[in-house]
């Protein structure tokens, strides 16, 4: 590959699929695509630091074996055998595939292949079963198929645009950014957001609806009525849906009048009045939902009731208006697109239509065809824990850190008879417990199609050579396929060959209709798929410039060739809180960090935001237990416990608490949130639930509290808390014990100073205060400095950390290393907010104060924050609302 180029990809981060230019030459330099409709030259926080993500750090370089480097025929021969041995002794459903989200097309459509083709069972489930099958098994039983009716232009068109458990400002930032500049374009826009927690989203929310957790489907239901008494339905459009009035039955038993509703969601019924008033009176209305709706034991009846919403008005398939569900993941959608949820055939087919499968079986000439639905997520790993599943191989996903009942998942696997992950980076909490890992490629060094949140297909290009062996999935599991016997089905060349095949089989035998139609690429050739410009599917022969909205036309594709509105009966949480476990767990993500931070974590920018896992509780709560800002907390739930920081804010609601979803062991001690959900699934879809966990928070007695700066990693595996994030040039550790220390300076010595060769030692014991600080230099610069006391108040970090840039510490910073206090013209800049431009907390607050700014932009105009991506926008509008309010206080 040659240097100082330009290519056309995509981020590999969230279902918002934006168009990167990556420039590479010297160094790696990543921007917006201008030209990609999904982002038109907007990148997030995220995305605009891809390039400190794709060192080699963490990379897997070769397969192992029994966590010994080993050869790719070796390894893979080692996989055929045993999966075959499996097979015959066991039968097809005693081996499971779990794959993912992050996959490409192309890889995703080998596995599904291999498994329901060849394999002949439908044991393969994918990681978005976590994040969005309520909304796939919604779309269907209201559609007959699982396609998203809209286009992101649609946010744009809209007049009001309804949140509805959906952080977007952090999950899907710029569509947020899309819709951040649409009301400012389109002063009569509305924009309302359904969420328990007072999310960065709110920001630009006109209404707020902090609804009691799990109540969601009383509210839209409560809608539904209200739709039917002003007389809003759409007779033309009722024509192409049934069920209306069994659906408005249901609906008028659990949310007969604005009263009821607002009662059992726990808002003031002003405030639902004035949702419903905006909805009703609106005709083009876009209501978005997200995790928040999906994630629950309900979330499929939840999605639906919404849906119907839209069914009832006929406000679906035209500009500006629609139910659109935003996904997580780069490429869910191609996963649905291939069949990748263990209920799925390929191509939007139905496992359980013999018609369906005979064509799948026909097309592919497999010696078999899966007949029945597989093992779902949960499932899946509750038959590995039972041994009833005795071979599975996991791709690209770490579900040792995202599954509930977290540690039950991880004995399962360390007792899985044979356990096979394919993945970029090793170790994770995943490939630990392997006997075979295979190196996979990953972003930037393989080619395929990923499949973003509009339908909208879109080529991730290799901009880089991948290191040592590494190969692409689909390469890896045809490969396997083959040494089992599978010669004839897996003999690809390229990913373009694998999804011509793809294009080809979507469109086999047209008389056996489905809406997932790519006949326009069924001979798309070398050079085009090269070159291929992003669009959204259907992509039927006759409209290869593919179709941006579905449904308007009232054609379905269910049996009846109608819409279904379905009946809803809204149920609690499956878990009720108790005096024992007296608050709400809700988990999610954080701005900056990706999943279990396998990628995000390396990069310096992404993880300056927030540096451990934490706990963010409602005052009044933290009050009553004794727990105050910055302290570390014992979270208890009935499966286990973890220890993170404290963080109050009325954003969250009084009896509830939020733990991001993205810490795992190789960041943190044991802090990885999902260890505290027993595995509670929705009935339909299978989805488990993530936002509604009983527990109790309570302080963690710690006998000491202390942080550490190093530029070489240390081990800490005998502090009871510790939490790392990467720095500039170094790594950043918070650590806690429960034992005090009696030796600080011996116990400092073994942990940061192997060999003293060339090193200088400064520190200082305060045995009154309890207080050691220590720095260790080396030629001059600082190399590590440690600050231990009894309480977590330590002194500021960043100051510290900007120490780290100099090549040489003059006797004015030695001073301040030992009294833990910036010197005279050492600023300490706080915590990153913005991470674009590195702008810290202490700097916004210092300009707002002093250069009296009263709006983010003119926090943008002075200090740059906010310019680039936008995504701390909301953030810096909360600084300056609490800082000023601090200064008027005072
Ligand atoms: Fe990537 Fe951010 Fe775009 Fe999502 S919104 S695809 S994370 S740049």
């Known amino acids: 590959m040659t240097n100082e180029q330009t290519i056309r990809t995509t981020c590999p981060y969230c279902g918002v699929g934006c168009g990167v230019l990556v420039r590479t030459g010297d160094g790696i330099e990543v921007a917006p695509d201008p030209e990609h409709p999904a982002n038109l030259g907007r990148l997030c926080s995220k995305g605009s630091a891809l390039a400190e993500t794709v060192g ?82 919604a779309y269907k039983r209201a559609f007959g198929t699982d396609t998203v009716p809209c286009s992101y232009e649609d946010l744009e068109r809209a007049k009001l645009v309804v949140l509805a458990g959906s952080n977007a400002a952090w999950c899907h930032p710029v569509l947020y950014q899309r819709l951040v500049k649409a009301r400012r374009e389109h002063p009569d826009l509305r924009v ?274 991948a290191p040592g062996e590494a190969r692409p999935d689909w390469w890896i599991i045809a490969q396997v396929a083959q040494r089992m016997g599978f010669e004839q089905g897996f003999d690809w060349q390229s990913e373009a060959d694998v999804f011509r095949e793809h294009a080809r089989l979507s469109a086999f035998r047209p008389e056996v209709e489905r809406d997932f139609d790519l006949g326009a690429l069924a001979e798309i050739s070398d050079v085009q798929y090269r070159d291929w410009t992003p669009k959204q599917w259907p992509l039927p022969a006759e409209r290869p410039e593919g179709t941006p909205r579905l449904f308007g036309d009232g054609q379905f594709w269910s049996d009846s060739g109608k819409a279904r509105m379905l009946p809803i009966t809204p149920r609690g949480p ?105 595995v509670a699934t929705d009935p339909v879809s299978g989805q488990p639930e993530f936002k509604h966990n009983p527990v109790r928070v309570e302080p963690w007695q710690a006998g000491w509290y202390g942080f550490l700066l190093s530029r070489r990693e240390v081990d800490l595996s005998h502090a009871t808390y510790w939490a790392k994030s990467r720095g500039k040039g170094i790594w950043r550790y918070e650590i806690a014990g429960s034992e005090p220390v009696k030796d600080w300076a011996r116990c400092a010595r073994e942990v940061l100073c192997t060999e003293s060769c060339g090193v200088n030692w400064i520190e200082f014991y305060d045995a009154g205060r309890r207080t050691y600080r220590a720095a260790r230099l080396e030629e001059g610069r600082l190399e590590s400095c440690i600050f231990i006391g009894p309480s977590h108040e330590l002194p500021p970090r960043d100051w510290l950390i900007a120490i780290f840039e100099q090549d040489e510490i003059d006797e004015a910073t030695r001073r301040s290393l030992l009294t833990g206090k910036p010197g005279a013209g050492q600023e300490d800049a706080g915590r990153i907010v913005c991470s674009c431009f590195g702008v810290g907390l202490n700097t916004i607050r210092k300009a707002i104060l002093e250069q009296g700014l009263t709006t983010p932009e003119a926090i943008g105009e002075r200090l740059r924050a906010g310019t680039n991506c936008g995504s701390c926008v909301p953030e810096l509008r909360s600084i300056i609302e609490q800082t000023l309010a601090e200064q008027s206080e005072a």
């Open 574 to 678: 499956a878990r009720a809180t108790s005096e024992e476990y007296p608050l709400v767990l809700n988990t999610g993500r954080v701005r900056d960090h990706w999943h279990t931070m396998t990628r995000t974590g390396k990069s310096p920018r992404l993880s300056g935001h927030v540096v451990e896992p934490y706990a963010e509780l409602h005052p009044d709560d933290a009050r009553a237990a004794g727990i105050e800002e910055g302290m570390l907390v014992r979270v208890t739930g009935a499966r286990g416990h973890i220890i993170v920081r404290a963080r109050l804010s009325d954003n969250q609601q009084p009896g509830s608490v939020f733990v991001p979803m993205h810490w795992n062991d190789q960041f943190s001690h044991g802090s990885y949130v999902n260890r505290l959900f027993p």
């Open 56 to 137: 080699v750090q963490g990379r897997l370089f070769q397969p192992l074996i029994d966590g010994q480097p080993a050869g790719w025929d070796e390894a893979l021969d080692r996989v055929a055998t045993k999966l075959r041995e499996t097979i015959e002794r066991h039968g097809p459903d005693s081996v499971a595939f779990y794959v993912s989200g992050q996959l490409l097309t192309e890889d995703y459509y080998a596995a599904n292949k291999l498994m329901k083709g060849w394999i002949g069972s439908a044991n393969i489930d994918t990681n978005s079963r976590l994040c969005m099958s309520s909304a796939v098994a």
């Open 192 to 465: 309302v957001l359904i969420d328990p927690r007072r999310t960065a989203s709110a920001d630009i929310a006109d209404l707020h609806l902090p609804i009691r957790p799990g109540t969601d489907g009383w509210l839209w239901n409560g809608l539904l009525v209200q739709l039917a008494e002003r007389g809003e339905g759409n007779p033309l459009y009722l024509q192409f849906v049934e069920g209306s009035e069994e659906a408005l039955a249901a609906a008028r038993e659990s949310s007969p009048n604005i009263d009821t509703v607002a009662r059992i969601c726990g808002l003031e019924p002003e405030r639902v009045a004035e949702f419903y008033d905006l909805w009703c009176r609106t005709e083009r209305v876009v209501s978005v939902f997200s995790q928040g709706m999906n994630q629950s034991t309900s979330g499929t009846d939840k999605d639906n009731a919404l849906i119907n919403c839209h069914l009832y008005t006929g406000r679906i398939g035209r500009p500006g208006m629609g139910p659109f569900s935003f996904t997580g993941q780069p490429n869910a959608m191609g996963g649905r697109e291939v069949g990748g949820l263990a209920n799925q055939l390929a191509a939007h087919l139905e496992l359980d239509n013999p018609e369906h499968r005979r064509l799948v079986q026909d097309f592919w000439q497999s010696p078999r065809i899966a007949e029945r639905p597989g093992l779902k997520a949960a499932e899946m790993f509750q038959a590995v824990r039972e041994g009833r599943i005795k071979a599975l191989w996991i791709m690209a996903t770490n579900p040792a850190v995202s599954l509930p009942d977290a540690d039950t998942v991880r004995q399962a696997l360390a007792e899985c008879e044979f356990l096979v992950v394919s993945d970029c980076t090793h170790p994770t909490d995943t490939t630990r417990l392997a006997d075979v890992v295979f190196a996979a490629q990953t972003w930037g060094e393989k080619d395929g199609m990923v499949t973003n949140s509009e339908r909208r297909i879109s080529r991730q290009r290799a901009f880089m050579a």
